[in-house]
């Protein structure tokens, strides 16, 4: 295992709190757009295959003699991060996330289907609880979410970074937005960032902020300043000085929510959603019906999918909830592959293009192109064409 916990807990609580300052974000100091951070950048300072995070079997859920019936609760048992209680930046995001009970409230209820998943992987990954928490930070865990820094979904990657931890983007699918695909992701690169900054992890978080390689030039300089290199005593971007305050208060407020007068959401460490295979594309509302929840269920646990369909090319799977995965795949079973989206026969019209075509239909000239077996552009008016459609009004699918 990379990370020894003991020495890491050491090393954090010696250094991981040392301080030049309050660490409070400066208000003259505008928040970094992440988009022009160097790349490539792990690349740049790790070797890719130096780490493959070690899955390891879920414990009972009975260890150690306790029993986490909260996934929230499960998370805090795992919390291993600093406290830094001396850092003013910290017990004010704290105050502050404990004063808006009903914004919390919506948090608790968007990372509902989620958690219990994130708490599996984290302990499969034998990472710190605390990480449950960084969406908090990042979107409001919300898949929507997109920065001005075009970072987007619940774990804010840019295009570039979500490329290349195999984060699938286009016009059908965009793998940042899907909950499922990016935890993945975001957990292997925060597993690399652990390495790289030899298990301090809130130089990781850092990283993960503002980029490595930013963190790396402030480590450099401050050592050759004769100054520590600890997180607080790093000259950072306002938004990365601040990230990581909100992360450490909110774990604050998950430990003791009864001395912030909050109380945690029962939310029950069972899983919320099974992963059903498709064949095929897919029309989501053909998902609902099959699976019988409502669209609005649909697009909260498949988020990534930007379409009325799934991507043709996939991934080709559906996320649904757990007692409904089993009615869904009996239903995809006796659907024929040909009968999962709407097809029309459009006669080509005189002035007529395939990116016309695609536009009036919601769809793409590739797919097109490749359902009638075309090899270029070319079509001739009176001919015909088999076009995949959405099955219901554009206006019942969530974009």
Not at 32 to 56: C, F, G, N, W
Not at 283 to 301: F, P, Q, T
Request: aromatic share 10%; charged share 25%; with cysteine.
């Amino acid at each position: 295992m990379i990370y020894r916990v003991a020495a890491t807990l050491l090393l954090l609580l010696l250094a991981g709190c040392a301080t030049t300052g309050s660490g409070t974000p400066d208000p003259a100091e505008s928040a970094m757009d992440r988009s022009v951070a160097a790349e490539p950048r792990i690349a740049e300072t790790i070797d890719e295959h130096l780490y493959v995070p070690k899955l390891q079997p879920l414990p009972d859920s009975e260890a150690n003699g306790h029993v986490h019936e909260n996934a929230w609760e499960r998370l805090t048992h795992r919390f291993v991060l600093p406290e830094c209680s001396d850092q003013e930046a910290n017990l004010d995001w704290a105050e502050w996330y404990a004063a808006r009970p009903d914004y919390m409230g919506r948090i608790f209820k968007r990372a509902q289907p989620w958690i219990h998943y994130i708490a599996d992987e984290l302990e499969r990954r034998d990472m710190p609880g605390e990480l449950a928490l960084l969406p908090i930070v990042e979107s409001a865990y919300d898949p929507f979410a997109y920065s001005s820094g075009r970072a987007l979904g619940p774990w804010q990657f840019i295009s570039a970074t979500g490329k290349r931890y195999g984060l699938k983007q286009n016009w059908w699918y965009d793998g940042r937005r899907d909950v499922w695909a990016s935890t993945d992701a975001a957990l292997r690169y925060l597993n690399d960032l652990g390495v790289l900054f030899d298990g301090d992890w809130l130089l990781a978080l850092a990283g993960y902020n503002s980029g490595e390689n930013r963190v790396l030039r402030q480590m450099k300089k401050n050592r050759a300043a004769g100054k520590p290199v600890d997180f607080w005593s790093l000259k950072l971007p306002a938004e990365t000085r601040g990230n990581v305050p909100k992360l450490l208060a909110l774990s604050r407020i998950m430990t003791d929510p009864a001395a912030y007068s909050l109380e945690l959401p029962e939310i029950p460490d069972v899983p919320y959603f099974d992963i059903v295979p498709l064949d095929g594309q897919v029309d989501l509302a053909l998902l609902a019906d099959l699976s019988g929840v409502g669209m609005d269920e649909i697009y909260a646990l498949n988020p990534g999918y930007n379409r009325w369909a799934t991507d043709p090319d996939g991934p080709h799977r559906a996320l649904v909830p757990s007692d409904h995965a089993g009615r869904l795949s009996a239903g995809l079973a006796a659907t024929p592959s040909d009968a999962r989206v709407k097809w029309v026969r459009y006669r080509i019209r005189s002035g007529d293009s395939l990116i016309v075509i695609a536009d009036r239909h919601d769809t793409t000239p590739e797919v097109v192109r490749k359902v009638n077996g075309l090899r270029g552009n070319t079509i001739r008016a009176g001919d015909h064409l088999m076009i995949p459609t959405a099955s219901k009004d554009l206006a019942l699918y969530t974009q």
